[in-house]
């Protein structure tokens, strides 16, 4: 099985470089020709786009052009809520995606297929309390990252935190990203995080003038 798990961007030009070793950074939720752009010159590891249509961040239809001007150091990842296994690739085929972010109840298999086609697989997993870990089992070996967000009601993440106390529960061999409601002032606690899983973060709420469209001058302030 293919390994897909990268190594963080070297660009000396980005400001998520600086005072960073090893930590990955997702921004996710764009959907702006100009926005990812700009987006891009900051040469985050990841950029999301969410390809659910109850999500006020839905991406389509994306500018085929913009995309391909996206270096190819950002890994593009498209994210999906209880997709069929034929849409998604036909989205990831359209767009020439890299990865793609499971936000639903997708089950192992769906995982496994996905990464068995070359592509970057993030599942992400709903955190209220420590057992909540233990689903991730069945998914070790089947996905390059976790993602663990904020437990609420809809999919897509609620953008508010969730104790990052009980991520020492963790266990599990999967390295995951941490997501829900970080904001530019995290930067310091992220730095406090030392469990030996912890891969990187997901940016999007926190960071956005409005639904979909980011601030980049709040970005640059994000230097963990």
């Known amino acids: 099985m293919k390994n897909n798990i990268i190594e963080t961007n070297v660009t000396s030009s980005s400001p998520f470089r600086q005072g960073r070793e090893g930590l990955l950074v997702k921004i996710c939720g764009m959907k702006y020709s100009e926005n990812i752009r700009a987006v891009a010159t900051l040469h985050p590891d990841f950029m999301g786009f969410i390809f659910y249509p109850k999500s006020p961040r839905y991406a389509e239809p994306l500018d085929l052009k913009t995309l391909e001007e996206i270096p190819l150091t950002i890994k593009k990842i498209g994210v999906?809520?209880?997709?069929?296994?034929?849409?998604?690739?036909?989205?990831?085929?359209?767009?020439?995606?890299?990865?793609?972010?499971?936000?639903?109840?997708?089950?192992?298999?769906?995982?496994?297929?996905?990464?068995?086609?070359?592509?970057?697989?993030?599942?992400?997993?709903?955190?209220?309390?420590a057992y909540n870990f233990k689903v991730t089992k069945a998914y070790d070996g089947a996905c390059d990252y976790f993602l663990f967000d904020t437990k609420a009601d809809t999919y897509g993440g609620s953008g508010a935190k969730f104790s990052w106390t009980i991520?020492?529960?963790?266990?599990?061999?999967?390295?995951?990203?941490?997501?829900?409601?970080?904001?530019?002032?995290?930067?310091?606690?992220?730095?406090?995080?030392?469990?030996?899983?912890?891969?990187?973060?997901?940016?999007?709420?926190k960071f956005e003038i409005s639904p979909g469209l980011k601030d980049v001058e709040l970005l640059k302030k994000f230097s963990p």
């Not at 296994?85 to 793609?100: A, P, Q, R, S, W």
């Not at 730095?191 to 709420?205: E, R, W, Y």
Request: charged share 25%; with cysteine; aromatic share 8%.
């Open 80 to 129: 999906f809520v209880n997709e069929d296994l034929e849409n998604i690739l036909t989205i990831v085929f359209k767009y020439k995606l890299d990865g793609v972010q499971l936000h639903g109840t997708e089950l192992v298999e769906m995982c496994s297929k996905l990464r068995d086609a070359g592509l970057i697989v993030i599942k992400a997993f709903p955190v209220a309390e």
């Open 167 to 205: 991520l020492s529960e963790y266990k599990g061999e999967t390295p995951f990203l941490l997501s829900g409601g970080i904001a530019a002032d995290d930067a310091e606690a992220i730095l406090k995080i030392k469990h030996p899983k912890f891969a990187g973060v997901d940016l999007n709420s």
